[in-house]
């Protein structure tokens, strides 16, 4: 092939529960403009939800499928490429296999996104695109993304995300579920609202206090544009506005036909009509809830978001700092849901930052790392709500069930490790092999990294009271001198400090040092 | 469509015969070149062979299978079939008369004669046979039919003689000797006379000398003959290698029932027994003729060295066309405007030249087309070709089911993917006749696509007499919507919602419908209305329904088919509205363009697709708008200069004949030699700038010399 010349060209392949989507975009003139679109239906979350596996059938359509867009891959000579899967690979029992057949029949490396990074980044999209939307900087707005397999919920308060979760329910699993029920009763929308409803309840029992009320509902999913196009409603500014009554009135026009009379009525395919009805189903339930009177459904897609950072270095640091503002945010609510000292929490996670920052170079790790790091801050005390005496091993199992907004699983992982690793008995090599075991070399030492510097922080405020207003840190060859200044009795602290200071040179041959002054008297 | 309509409509095999009389009117039309008549006579026999080998064979099959439902007409196949029988009958006796009263006759007052052995002098006798001896007789096969020797399997559309011999004992037999298709039909004899130039037909030659092929029986008598089977492809598309499937449906062609016999009047009474029972031909299937059988040949003749003024003084081609005039990067020229070219008028080479840069380009990455019908050595195959050898991705849709055309696609996409191309054979129960090509390149701020949507194939020779509209854009939304109908002709994606294209059959019917609907309501509303189409053949009932309800609704409907029109203009409280031109001259009309009236703001649209059910339910069409405000405006002219051919047109009555304009007090309007003009004079203006006009100089600066 030629030489490259013009704008850098990217392309994102998104294995979908129904369908395989692929769009080429390229950098012109400083703009993400697409060049190619391409969609083929897949009955992959049909045959995962239903057996849990991939068959041979489907993973040969699937790798035809990809072989085609590789052609037009070659086509456009693309820079650089992702494949990324969501719900229905990832809940294959058989993904490990999966990927490998892709990876040989197809070259192809296939990244399964996790549910929380799936749905960070289509949020992120949402927020984007409705940034200049007054209405949604005001007041509370339920974001809810309806997949295929998973509904993805988040509270926005008009600066950051307060509360985010998933559930592993989505259009099609939900008809899935409860299709059977269709032969037994006439009020099949009954108990799919039913239904609908309760997780909707668990969903809001979780909300952080002052989430009520819900001003705006913004909603997205694939079904949204033929729901729309059936409301009569236009987009504007790659946005639909639809009345509450409207998407009622069709669910009320549709609820009881069955997938083939609505999708001859509507003149679609029944396997459209499906989803359709379940997405319905979804959107009067959560109209009811919010009592909404309009719905804000905004252009969002996975694939442009992905493709975006790929061309725009920019816009992915954007969405670091996005993730970390929402992640920390829900973090927070979390934490205060379980009674935590947020005062301290914000205290632990600052010192830690400023260790962290200054131990660049000791550490090597990422702003991911860094994240993981303000989380355990926040987090850490979590357990005391459940068990003050094994209030370590509470945390642990509370953080590794805490849905947070763009974390994955097993980053979630790491800041229970870390979390449970912090306790202030002199360091004893076999307790703490003990208790990080089934992590791998790699990941046991990254979770060491974190926690050392966590218990130094949270060492620095032992007491939870404060009573350092601020840390100056100094990295010395062998020394981290940390500095403060406190007229207070600080004994804790260095009691603390000086209990975890032989962990930290355990894991970075660096000897912490605490050092604190009395508070200087300022002359005026 | 399984039931009547509800309105008037004609049946489309009675409305076809009508338009080939149309051509055959120009065979007897004195005011055309005496060749051209020839020809016009020829192209009535091969359109009329094509329509028994589809369309009557089809017919007899319904009635074969015992098929009764009415169709949109009212007739049952049943009924329709001796309709059609008498109505060939009248058509094939106006034929033979054209030949003997009128073409004949005349090629003789032009000293052009068809001989028979009995009127040749010694020294044309003697030519002859030197010929029979020489040429013809080591390629002939004398196949005997007795009860040792079965009758024949005789190709379609093969000329061949039944010969009925008596042996030494008295015992008669017959013998079949078929006319070898790869010589010439005629012959030219030496003539006596200067100014004289004498013809032979080669089954009068083998007749004249059938003894040398016989020595031990007797002639008794010979007769030439002639079949037509049944050729539609009945093809399972849902086998594993569908090229493999078509082949074998080829050979089944050559094996489909005879529809038609073709004998002479004089035919000997027991020859034509015999053939009638060894054919199985009932009596309404056998066509005795007072003339030549197959004219066909009348086709060559009519291109015979020494006879060019007797033909219609050439359209030729202008190259470049004035568009492309001045460009030696034809990707320039498409990124500065759209372009539009009218072929023939202006050369189909510059198409050529479009894949042929785009085959050496450097920064081309790929090329898709799709390709229906193509010439025996196609310089836009050559250039893919050349394409995939430099590199490029060539991805090529070759459409193996286009009928009678499938051998020669075959052998060429063969070819392609020799050459490393990406052959496809289109989707499953869908014929792909859009004519798409794109142009994937990587440009300096980017990737670009440029286009090249027609109406007619990427066919170099018909690209001569067929009169085809081509547009070149490199328009994102229009590149973006090209990629992803290759995408969906090439299986990799479902078909995605298109920002401009109208693409058959997802949308294209209902396009029409809602255009045409909205001029209902425009008219309804007192704000301009009013629909031209021209397509090659009206038979969908849904538009025509709408059609006459548009015409009800008081919106002026201008029609131009060239072929099968199904509706029925003028009757009062139905088709007043509507006007019916059918244009049939020197070239053939193949071209769809239709323009909408839209309330004041006038919308032109181009594409592949007639108004048929075919195109607008089971293959793929596409239909494009034309945005650039020039290329409007010329489209809006073509159809007004069509509209105002006096020569060629022919409008259609309500009681569904045809009839010329009436001329009086009217310019004589050919459109094809006004087209033809048009496109010599655009080169001419921007070739050959008017020097009347003020000198500007060219201003050098260093970002012009830089460039």
């Given at each position: 092939m030629t030489k490259k010349k013009g704008g850098k060209t990217a392309a994102v392949i998104n294995i979908g529960s129904n369908r395989v989507r692929m769009l080429v975009s390229q950098l012109k003139k400083g703009e993400v403009s697409p060049v190619d679109l391409l969609e083929h239906p897949i009955a992959l979350g049909h045959e995962v939800f239903s057996t849990g596996k991939v068959s041979f059938e489907t993973l040969r359509e699937l790798s035809s499928i990809l072989r085609g867009f590789s052609n037009v891959l070659k086509e456009y000579?693309?820079?650089?490429?992702?494949?990324?899967?969501?719900?229905?690979?990832?809940?294959?029992?058989?993904?490990?296999?999966?990927?490998?057949?892709?990876?040989?029949?197809?070259?192809?490396?296939?990244?399964?996104?996790?549910?929380?990074?799936?749905?960070?980044?289509?949020?992120?999209?949402?927020?984007?695109?409705?940034?200049?939307?007054?209405?949604?900087?005001?007041?509370?707005?339920?974001?809810?993304?309806?997949?295929?397999?998973?509904?993805?919920?988040?509270?926005?308060?008009?600066?950051?995300?307060?509360?985010?979760?998933?559930?592993?329910?989505?259009?099609?699993?939900?008809?899935?579920?409860?299709?059977?029920?269709?032969?037994?009763?006439?009020?099949?929308?009954?108990?799919?609202?039913?239904?609908?409803?309760?997780?909707?309840?668990?969903?809001?029992?979780?909300?952080?206090?002052?989430?009520?009320?819900?001003?705006?509902?913004?909603?997205?999913?694939?079904?949204?544009?033929?729901?729309?196009?059936?409301?009569?409603?236009?987009?504007?500014?790659?946005?639909?506005?639809?009345?509450?009554?409207?998407?009622?009135?069709?669910?009320?026009?549709?609820?009881?036909?069955?997938?083939?009379?609505?999708?001859?009525?509507?003149?679609?395919?029944?396997?459209?009509?499906?989803?359709?009805?379940?997405?319905?189903?979804?959107?009067?339930?959560?109209?009811?809830?919010?009592?909404?009177?309009?719905?804000?459904?905004?252009?969002?897609?996975?694939?442009?978001?992905?493709?975006?950072?790929?061309?725009?270095?920019?816009?992915?640091?954007?969405?670091?700092?996005?993730?970390?503002?929402?992640?920390?945010?829900?973090?927070?609510?979390?934490?205060?849901?379980?009674?935590?000292?947020?005062?301290?929490?914000?205290?632990?996670?600052?010192?830690?930052?400023?260790?962290?920052?200054?131990?660049?170079?000791?550490?090597?790790?990422?702003?991911?790392?860094?994240?993981?790091?303000?989380?355990?801050?926040?987090?850490?005390?979590?357990?005391?709500?459940?068990?003050?005496?094994?209030?370590?091993?509470?945390?642990?199992?509370?953080?590794?069930?805490?849905?947070?907004?763009?974390?994955?699983?097993?980053?979630?992982?790491?800041?229970?490790?870390?979390?449970?690793?912090?306790?202030?008995?002199?360091?004893?090599?076999?307790?703490?092999?003990?208790?990080?075991?089934?992590?791998?070399?790699?990941?046991?030492?990254?979770?060491?990294?974190?926690?050392?510097?966590?218990?130094?922080?949270?060492?620095?405020?032992?007491?939870?009271?404060?009573?350092?207003?601020?840390?100056?840190?100094?990295?010395?060859?062998?020394?981290?001198?940390?500095?403060?200044?406190?007229?207070?009795?600080?004994?804790?602290?260095?009691?603390?400090?000086?209990?975890?200071?032989?962990?930290?040179?355990?894991?970075?041959?660096?000897?912490?040092?605490?050092?604190?002054?009395?508070?200087?008297?300022?002359?005026? | 469509m399984n039931e009547k309509t509800s309105f008037p409509y004609i049946n489309r095999e009675l409305s076809w015969l009508d338009f080939n009389a149309r051509v055959l009117e120009e065979a007897l039309k004195k005011e055309n070149p005496m060749m051209e008549r020839v020809r016009f006579l020829a192209i009535t026999a091969s359109n009329l062979d094509e329509f028994f080998m589809v369309r009557v064979a089809g017919v007899m099959e319904q009635v074969h299978s015992k098929y009764t439902a009415c169709d949109s007409s009212g007739l049952t196949p049943a009924e329709l079939l001796p309709k059609l029988t008498e109505k060939i009958r009248i058509f094939m006796d106006k034929q033979y008369s054209c030949l003997n009263r009128s073409i004949l006759p005349a090629l003789k007052r032009n000293g052009l004669l068809f001989l028979e052995p009995e009127e040749m002098t010694e020294e044309q006798l003697d030519f002859i046979s030197q010929y029979f001896r020489k040429v013809l007789f080591p390629v002939l096969t004398p196949l005997a039919v007795d009860r040792s020797r079965p009758f024949p399997h005789l190709a379609n559309k093969s000329l061949n003689l039944a010969v009925r011999l008596e042996g030494g004992d008295g015992e008669p037999c017959f013998a079949v000797v078929q006319v070898p298709g790869i010589l010439s039909r005629f012959l030219e004899i030496p003539s006596s006379q200067k100014e004289q130039r004498c013809f032979v037909l080669l089954e009068d030659v083998i007749a004249y000398k059938l003894s040398e092929l016989f020595e031990l029986l007797q002639i008794k008598a010979v007769c030439p003959f002639r079949i037509t089977r049944n050729s539609d492809l009945d093809i399972d598309e849902e086998a594993e290698d569908l090229m493999i499937e078509i082949q074998k449906s080829i050979k089944k062609r050559k094996r489909g029932r005879p529809v038609r016999l073709e004998v002479l009047q004089k035919c000997d009474p027991e020859i034509l027994d015999f053939l009638k029972e060894m054919l199985d031909m009932e009596s309404q299937e056998i066509f005795q003729l007072p003339g030549a059988l197959d004219l066909t040949f009348l086709s060559k003749f009519a291109g015979i060295p020494g006879c060019e003024n007797l033909c219609f003084q050439p359209i030729k081609p202008v190259y470049p066309p004035a568009e492309f005039w001045g460009y030696t990067d034809i990707f320039q020229a498409i990124r500065e405007k759209d372009r539009m070219v009218h072929h023939p008028y202006e050369s189909f080479e510059c198409v050529v030249d479009f894949v042929r840069q785009a085959a050496e380009d450097p920064s081309v990455l790929a090329i898709k087309q799709t390709l229906y019908r193509v010439s025996g050595h196609s310089p836009i195959v050559a250039a893919l070709i050349r394409a995939a050898e430099n590199g490029k991705q060539v991805t090529v849709l070759v459409e193996l089911k286009a009928r009678f055309d499938e051998e020669n696609n075959i052998q060429w996409a063969k070819k392609l993917e020799e050459a490393g191309c990406h052959v496809i054979y289109g989707l499953a129960g869908l014929k792909t006749h859009c004519k798409i090509l794109l142009v994937v390149r990587q440009d300096e701020d980017g990737i670009r696509r440029y286009l090249h949507m027609g109406t007619g194939n990427y066919n170099d020779s018909t690209a001569k007499i067929y009169t085809d509209i081509g547009v070149f854009t490199c328009r994102e939304p229009f590149g973006r919507d090209a990629s992803s109908l290759f995408n969906v002709l090439t299986g990799y994606s479902r078909p995605p919602e298109y920002n401009r294209f109208i693409v058959a059959p997802h949308g294209m019917r209902i396009f029409f419908e809602q255009r045409i609907q909205r001029e209902i309501e425009y008219a309804r509303q007192g704000l301009p209305s009013g629909i031209t189409a021209k397509v090659n053949s009206l038979v969908d009932p849904e538009i025509i329904a709408l059609l006459y309800k548009a015409s009800q609704a008081g919106v002026p409907i201008k029609l131009i088919v060239r072929g099968i029109c199904c509706l029925i203009p003028g009757l009062p409280g139905i088709s007043e509205n509507i006007t019916v031109h059918s244009i049939v001259g020197q070239l053939l009309e193949h071209s769809r363009i239709f323009r909408f009236e839209n309330g004041g703001s006038p919308k032109i649209y181009m594409g592949s697709a007639d108004w048929m059910p075919r195109n607008l339910d089971r293959r793929v069409e596409l239909v494009f708008p034309i945005e650039d405000e020039d290329l409007r405006q010329r489209a809006f002219s073509i159809l007004d200069e069509m509209l105002s051919d006096t020569i060629n047109a022919r409008i259609m009555q309500p009681d569904t004949s045809y009839e010329h304009i009436d001329r009086r007090g009217k310019a004589a309007v050919n459109c094809h030699r006004e087209f033809s003009k048009m496109a010599i004079q655009a080169l001419k203006a921007v070739s050959d700038p008017d020097e009347s006009k003020p000198y500007t100089p060219i201003v050098h600066t260093p970002d012009s010399d830089r460039a």
């Amino acid at each position: 092939m030629t030489k490259k010349k013009g704008g850098k060209t990217a392309a994102v392949i998104n294995i979908g529960s129904n369908r395989v989507r692929m769009l080429v975009s390229q950098l012109k003139k400083g703009e993400v403009s697409p060049v190619d679109l391409l969609e083929h239906p897949i009955a992959l979350g049909h045959e995962v939800f239903s057996t849990g596996k991939v068959s041979f059938e489907t993973l040969r359509e699937l790798s035809s499928i990809l072989r085609g867009f590789s052609n037009v891959l070659k086509e456009y000579n693309v820079d650089s490429y992702c494949a990324v899967a969501t719900t229905a690979l990832r809940e294959a029992q058989n993904k490990a296999f999966v990927l490998d057949q892709l990876k040989l029949q197809n070259n192809l490396t296939v990244k399964i996104l996790e549910d929380n990074q799936e749905k960070a980044l289509i949020f992120s999209d949402i927020f984007e695109s409705l940034r200049s939307t007054d209405a949604f900087q005001q007041g509370n707005s339920l974001v809810t993304h309806i997949g295929t397999g998973t509904i993805g919920f988040s509270l926005y308060d008009g600066v950051r995300v307060t509360f985010s979760q998933n559930i592993p329910l989505g259009v099609l699993k939900l008809y899935d579920k409860l299709g059977g029920l269709q032969d037994e009763t006439e009020s099949f929308y009954t108990v799919a609202a039913e239904y609908v409803d309760l997780i909707i309840q668990h969903i809001s029992t979780a909300f952080p206090q002052n989430s009520f009320p819900v001003k705006n509902l913004v909603l997205t999913g694939n079904e949204i544009r033929a729901i729309a196009a059936l409301c009569g409603v236009k987009e504007e500014n790659e946005t639909f506005l639809l009345s509450s009554k409207q998407v009622k009135a069709l669910f009320k026009e549709l609820r009881a036909l069955s997938a083939e009379k609505i999708s001859l009525k509507l003149g679609i395919t029944e396997e459209s009509a499906k989803l359709l009805y379940s997405s319905l189903a979804i959107y009067v339930q959560l109209i009811r809830f919010t009592k909404a009177e309009t719905i804000i459904a905004p252009k969002s897609d996975l694939c442009s978001t992905l493709v975006r950072s790929m061309l725009l270095p920019k816009s992915q640091e954007d969405f670091h700092s996005q993730v970390r503002i929402n992640a920390l945010s829900c973090a927070r609510s979390i934490a205060a849901g379980y009674k935590c000292n947020l005062a301290h929490s914000d205290q632990v996670g600052r010192f830690a930052c400023r260790i962290f920052d200054k131990m660049k170079k000791a550490h090597g790790l990422d702003l991911q790392g860094r994240l993981i790091l303000e989380l355990a801050a926040i987090l850490h005390d979590c357990g005391y709500y459940v068990n003050s005496k094994e209030h370590l091993s509470s945390t642990f199992n509370l953080i590794q069930n805490m849905d947070i907004y763009g974390i994955t699983d097993e980053e979630m992982s790491y800041v229970a490790y870390a979390v449970r690793c912090s306790s202030y008995e002199p360091y004893h090599s076999e307790d703490y092999d003990e208790n990080l075991y089934e992590l791998s070399d790699e990941t046991q030492l990254l979770v060491s990294k974190i926690t050392a510097m966590f218990r130094l922080a949270d060492a620095l405020d032992k007491s939870q009271k404060q009573k350092l207003s601020d840390i100056r840190v100094k990295l010395d060859e062998h020394r981290l001198i940390i500095t403060a200044e406190s007229n207070e009795n600080t004994l804790l602290e260095k009691w603390a400090f000086q209990h975890c200071a032989s962990f930290f040179t355990d894991v970075f041959g660096i000897a912490p040092e605490l050092l604190i002054k009395p508070l200087s008297l300022k002359v005026h | 469509m399984n039931e009547k309509t509800s309105f008037p409509y004609i049946n489309r095999e009675l409305s076809w015969l009508d338009f080939n009389a149309r051509v055959l009117e120009e065979a007897l039309k004195k005011e055309n070149p005496m060749m051209e008549r020839v020809r016009f006579l020829a192209i009535t026999a091969s359109n009329l062979d094509e329509f028994f080998m589809v369309r009557v064979a089809g017919v007899m099959e319904q009635v074969h299978s015992k098929y009764t439902a009415c169709d949109s007409s009212g007739l049952t196949p049943a009924e329709l079939l001796p309709k059609l029988t008498e109505k060939i009958r009248i058509f094939m006796d106006k034929q033979y008369s054209c030949l003997n009263r009128s073409i004949l006759p005349a090629l003789k007052r032009n000293g052009l004669l068809f001989l028979e052995p009995e009127e040749m002098t010694e020294e044309q006798l003697d030519f002859i046979s030197q010929y029979f001896r020489k040429v013809l007789f080591p390629v002939l096969t004398p196949l005997a039919v007795d009860r040792s020797r079965p009758f024949p399997h005789l190709a379609n559309k093969s000329l061949n003689l039944a010969v009925r011999l008596e042996g030494g004992d008295g015992e008669p037999c017959f013998a079949v000797v078929q006319v070898p298709g790869i010589l010439s039909r005629f012959l030219e004899i030496p003539s006596s006379q200067k100014e004289q130039r004498c013809f032979v037909l080669l089954e009068d030659v083998i007749a004249y000398k059938l003894s040398e092929l016989f020595e031990l029986l007797q002639i008794k008598a010979v007769c030439p003959f002639r079949i037509t089977r049944n050729s539609d492809l009945d093809i399972d598309e849902e086998a594993e290698d569908l090229m493999i499937e078509i082949q074998k449906s080829i050979k089944k062609r050559k094996r489909g029932r005879p529809v038609r016999l073709e004998v002479l009047q004089k035919c000997d009474p027991e020859i034509l027994d015999f053939l009638k029972e060894m054919l199985d031909m009932e009596s309404q299937e056998i066509f005795q003729l007072p003339g030549a059988l197959d004219l066909t040949f009348l086709s060559k003749f009519a291109g015979i060295p020494g006879c060019e003024n007797l033909c219609f003084q050439p359209i030729k081609p202008v190259y470049p066309p004035a568009e492309f005039w001045g460009y030696t990067d034809i990707f320039q020229a498409i990124r500065e405007k759209d372009r539009m070219v009218h072929h023939p008028y202006e050369s189909f080479e510059c198409v050529v030249d479009f894949v042929r840069q785009a085959a050496e380009d450097p920064s081309v990455l790929a090329i898709k087309q799709t390709l229906y019908r193509v010439s025996g050595h196609s310089p836009i195959v050559a250039a893919l070709i050349r394409a995939a050898e430099n590199g490029k991705q060539v991805t090529v849709l070759v459409e193996l089911k286009a009928r009678f055309d499938e051998e020669n696609n075959i052998q060429w996409a063969k070819k392609l993917e020799e050459a490393g191309c990406h052959v496809i054979y289109g989707l499953a129960g869908l014929k792909t006749h859009c004519k798409i090509l794109l142009v994937v390149r990587q440009d300096e701020d980017g990737i670009r696509r440029y286009l090249h949507m027609g109406t007619g194939n990427y066919n170099d020779s018909t690209a001569k007499i067929y009169t085809d509209i081509g547009v070149f854009t490199c328009r994102e939304p229009f590149g973006r919507d090209a990629s992803s109908l290759f995408n969906v002709l090439t299986g990799y994606s479902r078909p995605p919602e298109y920002n401009r294209f109208i693409v058959a059959p997802h949308g294209m019917r209902i396009f029409f419908e809602q255009r045409i609907q909205r001029e209902i309501e425009y008219a309804r509303q007192g704000l301009p209305s009013g629909i031209t189409a021209k397509v090659n053949s009206l038979v969908d009932p849904e538009i025509i329904a709408l059609l006459y309800k548009a015409s009800q609704a008081g919106v002026p409907i201008k029609l131009i088919v060239r072929g099968i029109c199904c509706l029925i203009p003028g009757l009062p409280g139905i088709s007043e509205n509507i006007t019916v031109h059918s244009i049939v001259g020197q070239l053939l009309e193949h071209s769809r363009i239709f323009r909408f009236e839209n309330g004041g703001s006038p919308k032109i649209y181009m594409g592949s697709a007639d108004w048929m059910p075919r195109n607008l339910d089971r293959r793929v069409e596409l239909v494009f708008p034309i945005e650039d405000e020039d290329l409007r405006q010329r489209a809006f002219s073509i159809l007004d200069e069509m509209l105002s051919d006096t020569i060629n047109a022919r409008i259609m009555q309500p009681d569904t004949s045809y009839e010329h304009i009436d001329r009086r007090g009217k310019a004589a309007v050919n459109c094809h030699r006004e087209f033809s003009k048009m496109a010599i004079q655009a080169l001419k203006a921007v070739s050959d700038p008017d020097e009347s006009k003020p000198y500007t100089p060219i201003v050098h600066t260093p970002d012009s010399d830089r460039a």
